[in-house]
């Protein structure tokens, strides 16, 4: 028979994480943007990304995805792709998605031609793709900001 006594048993319990994750209401503009500093922080970029958000409803999808080295606009086959993939993911998705997306690149926040052209056509291919599209946001080394459709597509009438 065994003579040594076995290990008491381990009666220490575990701590629950009780810290909830964020999960911002966006139902306006001020939402949007509040949500955009809060998951990008204050830190500048190294890079150049598009970050996209896709919303149900009032509430983020609890994923955040980054693409990139994107540093040059989308344009012409990749525009086509990017417009594709969207149309895709609302398909997927169902009703109520729309779409939230940032630009971030290093540097100052004076808006460039080439943030406008990032902003034309990611505003382009949500047309394209028939899907809904929140204002679009630039990050810079020194703020987050909106780029509305009135401050970068080009004038109609």
Not at 49 to 54: A, E, I, K
Request: some cysteine; overall charge negative.
């Amino acid at each position: 028979m065994e003579s040594r006594s076995r290990a008491a048993p381990n009666t220490r319990t575990l701590t629950v994480m009780t810290k909830r994750a964020y999960e911002p209401t966006i139902r306006t503009q001020a939402d949007l943007e509040s949500a955009w500093h809060r998951l990008m922080g204050p830190w500048g970029y190294g890079s150049h990304s598009l970050w996209l958000m896709v919303i149900l409803g009032d509430t983020p999808i609890p994923q955040l995805t980054e693409i990139e080295d994107c540093v040059e606009p989308l344009a012409g086959q990749q525009a086509q792709q990017f417009s594709r993939m969207l149309a895709r993911l609302s398909a997927d998705l169902g009703p109520g998605i729309r779409f939230a997306m940032l630009r971030s690149r290093p540097g100052s926040s004076h808006v460039t031609d080439v943030d406008r052209a990032w902003a034309r056509a990611l505003y382009d291919a949500c047309t394209l793709a028939e899907v809904p599209c929140e204002v679009l946001h630039l990050g810079t080394r020194d703020e987050i900001r909106p780029l509305p459709p009135d401050e970068v597509l080009p004038a109609t009438g």
